[in-house]
């Protein structure tokens, strides 16, 4: 263990290691309700810097004894590093999410009350680790003193309903994942995740939703029913994983670190805008990531940060090393760059659908002719890329063909004659009409190259019922803030703005009958209109002055 964590260390960039360790394996932890969890504790064989806590369902040996225990117990941090309810030997049953405020809580007062407490702890961890944090700090004990949260959501109903169609291909392929995760036999876990795709095509392709993922899942991960069977977040099952009010309770330092291509930047987002405006000492990081590869490709940098933050925060070993409160990697441009806010300040720049797929700088005239398409949720638009779970499919990819499908429209604008800086999120305004109450609206925004090539930059997407605006046939406008950016488009590249019925399996399809998700099976086609003549329909950016944001900048 320790040559790899000397190799890793080497790999990621790490500062050397300060201290030896042991592992005391096994502690049982009570709950309140007498069931145990289990814990491993690491201890540095010199001074302790202070103890963090990590919490998850992923087991405690590679990659997570890595990654957040024996990283931080080479460098004087004593690590309690804990399994969830129902997982890797902690007792009862797995219910993602659900109970994490009162375990938390109860693991806290069992760790303050241990002879070898500290007094203070920090709190490290991404993903669900995030969320573990973030049930902390929705009551924050007074004892815990900072927190890095990396990709983690603060609201899982979010995650799974937000836009009104869930998010299938996540949350059936995770599912799948962690009902397995304990399955015997290295080799055959291996294999599981090998031939992930091919075993969830068929359940991510069929219908009804509950009944293709239980076949899928075979009698384990009976969460996932219930998942797909509450489609309103409002409904009172969901507020055990709804904890916004972290956001408005902690007053801890914390350090947030996102990816543009993560499923969970929006909330990443609103964690930092929200923790600031509440005047808490937060920081942002946001890489050029999908959600695996934060620890992957990002690993160095966000081990890094991370360290200095608890430097700082927990063990008060040295001053502030961060040069300001935001971190962000400029896509398209290969840089990274300290603000002092996010969102910096820019200007709006408003490009206008017209005739003939054209994006245009000015809006075209009372005649001109609208756009149509024909969305038939039987054979759903196909996502490409964009902010899924599994890298393998998201992130960044050539969706040059989504542009030429029949079941789409899209516009283009001229070359750019010069680079144009977007940092933000976009916004667009799409004047909509459908002959079908029931139906979902994707939005893409692309980056095509010289070539012809185009490449994914930012989505938005929602679920319309009768009554909103643009759920008839005269129409109405759709607004749609897409995926928050930090992006450059250089000279002589064009933007392409696609429009479609569906982006399937990152959304699930809209049957367009108005029926329960869960059980539907009966699809109805619906044929959609965009009205762009006067300027209906448009596409607003946010700009940086002169193209760009001046501040300090690294190359990367």
Known sequence: ????????????????????????????????????????????????????????????????????????????????????????????????????VDDGADTVAWLLAQPWSTGTFGTVGLSYLGFTQWALLADPPEELVASVVLVGPHDFSRATWGTGAFTVNDFLGWSDMVAHQEDPGRLRGLLRQATAARRLGPALDALPLGDAGERLLAGRGRWYRDWVAHPDRDDPWWAPVQLDRALDRA????????????????????????????????????????????????????????????????????????????????????????????????TDRTLFLAGRGRLADTAPGPDAAPATFTADPAQPTPSIGGRLLDNRSGGYADDTALAGRADVVAWLSDPLPADLEVLGAPVVELHHGTDVGHVDVAVRLSQVDRRGRSRNVSDGYTRLVPGDPGTDADGGVVRLELDAVAHRFPAGSRLRLVVAGSSHPHWTRNPGTGEPPVTAVRTVRSTRTVTVAGGASRLVLPVSPAGRTPGPSSRG
Do not use: I, K, N
């Not at 394996?25 to 963090?52: C, W």
């Not at 998850?56 to 890595?66: H, V």
């Open 1 to 100: 263990m320790r040559l790899v964590d000397r190799v890793a260390s080497r790999v990621l960039g790490l500062p050397r290691a300060s201290s030896t360790y042991t592992v005391e394996r096994g502690l049982r932890v009570p709950m309140r309700d007498g069931v145990e969890l289990v814990a491993d504790r690491y201890v540095p064989d010199g001074p302790v810097l202070g103890t963090l806590l990590v919490r998850g369902p992923y087991g405690r040996a590679m990659p997570f004894s890595l990654l957040f225990a024996t990283v931080y117990a080479a460098r004087g941090y004593q690590v309690v590093l804990q399994s969830v309810r129902g997982t890797f030997g902690s007792g009862d049953e797995f219910q993602p999410m659900f109970r994490e």
């Open 251 to 346: 007053r801890v330092p914390v350090l947030l670190v996102g990816g543009w291509q993560d499923l969970f930047l929006d909330q990443t987002l609103d964690q930092y805008r929200r923790l600031r405006g509440a005047g808490a000492d937060v920081a942002l990081t946001v890489g050029p990531w999908t959600h695996v590869e934060t620890l992957s490709r990002g690993g160095g940098l966000v081990t890094r940060e991370s360290l200095d933050w608890l430097g700082e925060h927990l063990a008060g070993t040295g001053p502030r090393r961060r040069p300001a409160p935001v971190h962000v990697h400029v896509t398209g441009a290969g840089e990274w760059r300290w603000l002092p806010d996010w969102p910096p300040a820019t």
